[in-house]
């Protein structure tokens, strides 16, 4: 074992109890097919991957399934409630997704601008409400804001997952600040979700002290999703070890890197 291995040993990702070592997550759209689909997640270390339930069979066992691919006892299969503008079609669809594959983990999304793709963030608390009720472990998608951050963490989500910025647009981290914000509101796991376009732009995020990424978009239309998966993966490790080392102060101007003490100049 690697010496960054054991350090991650010592700091696992936990959600509802169950613990992690991998802090990417990985979405299953939109890839050519179920066979890259595994071998992008493979390559990712990733040990969770979300599955649209209305774009991505794991429910139908009679049609190509991803499950046929992708060993539930190995990695979480987080059902996706994508597509869904209202709370009672996302509320339909989890217990739809529950029904077919016993999972009672859902990633609840309630968007409410079909240009945008934002949450509707009153639609998405309703569906959250009622999901954990019936016994559900409800994880959100959410705005990057940190009052209604709490409202999802007192109705019992298990985690919040605010946008770095919209889905599939690639620009990267928008607002650190509300993500510090939302991370010092709750105690709950804060899995950044949305926006992602490579893995430079991993970093940035994991050293706010946030807990996980999720992205689909940046590895299925990457040039090559598998060398996309392996740079994500390590970006994602860089990215929390630097966080726990905690980094150098900014400063106005120049410091000397090398101990001047003891050393004699003319001024």
Known sequence: ??????????????????????????????????????????ASGAEIITVAVRRVNITDPTKENLLDYIDPKKYLILPNTAGCYTAEEAIKTAMMAREATGINWIKLEVIGDRKTLLPDMEETLK???????????VLPYVFD??????????????????????????????????????????????????????ATDIPPVMELGVDAILTNTALAEAKDPIKMAVAMKYATIAGRLAYLAGRMERRMYAVPSSPLKGVPFKS
């Open 1 to 42: 074992m690697t010496d960054w291995e054991k350090l991650l040993e010592e700091d696992p990702f936990e959600i509802a109890g169950r613990r992690f070592r991998s802090r990417l997550i990985i979405g299953s759209g939109k890839f050519k097919d179920f066979q890259q689909t595994k071998e992008v997640l493979e």
């Open 127 to 137: 569906a959250a409400k009622f999901l954990v009720k019936e016994g559900f472990i």
């Open 145 to 198: 804001d940190p009052v209604y951050a709490r409202k999802f963490e007192d109705a019992g989500c298990a985690a919040v997952m605010p946008l770095a910025s919209p889905i599939g647009s690639g620009l990267g981290l928008q607002n650190p600040y509300n993500l510090i914000f939302i991370k010092e509101a709750v105690s709950v796991p804060v899995i950044v979700d949305a926006g992602i376009g490579s």
